[in-house]
Structure formats: structure tokens, C-alpha cells
């Protein structure tokens, strides 16, 4: 859908309700500009999740989940730490 828009003298552009509801965007919500390729593009918040997380997905294999891997590793070294105290409390006894 194609809509011609009129930029004011302070650079304002009105978006058009049908647009706004068709990315369910509300008043105050905020929108990031991006120029690609000469090409204006406007972005809502939930499109720059999507992006990122489409980037992100380029880089981990299917069925990680880095989630699953942070709280492995967190618990390895909880546990290296705990040993670590132990070794000191026996040493010093």
C-alpha cells in the first residue's frame, strides 16, 4: 500500500492511521529510522527485536539453546568456586 505524505517545515510527518494499525503502533510509540540503500525505512520496536534475533539465530546451530549454556556454565562455576573455598578452609585449619 502506497501513501503520499507531506513533510512539514519542522521535518514532521504524519503516519496514517491504516498504517499505524497495521503495525499496531499507538500514539507515543517509538520508531526507528533507517536508511538502507538510499531507501527510508521506518521501524517499529518489535521489528528491531525480530532483526536482532534473526541475527542471532544466523549464528547458533538449531536446537541450542544459549539460555540452557549460560546456566551450565554458571553452575560450573559456582561449583569450581565452592571447591576453591573449601580448598582455602582446609588449608588455613
Known amino acids: 500500500m502506497d501513501t503520499v505524505v507531506e513533510m512539514n517545515k519542522d521535518g514532521r510527518v504524519t503516519i496514517p492511521i491504516g498504517f499505524r494499525r497495521e503495525i499496531d503502533m499507538e500514539n507515543g510509540g517509538k520508531l526507528t529510522l533507517r536508511q538502507e540503500d538510499g531507501v527510508l525505512k ?45 580448598s582455602r578452609d582446609e588449608s588455613s585449619a
Open 42 to 86: 521506518i521501524l517499529t520496536q518489535q521489528q528491531l527485536l525480530e532483526d536482532a534475533r534473526a541475527a542471532v539465530n544466523e549464528f547458533v546451530p538449531v536446537g541450542v539453546s544459549l539460555v540452557d549454556e549460560l546456566l551450565a556454565e554458571r553452575q560450573r562455576e559456582a561449583e569450581k568456586e565452592a571447591c576453591e573455598a573449601t
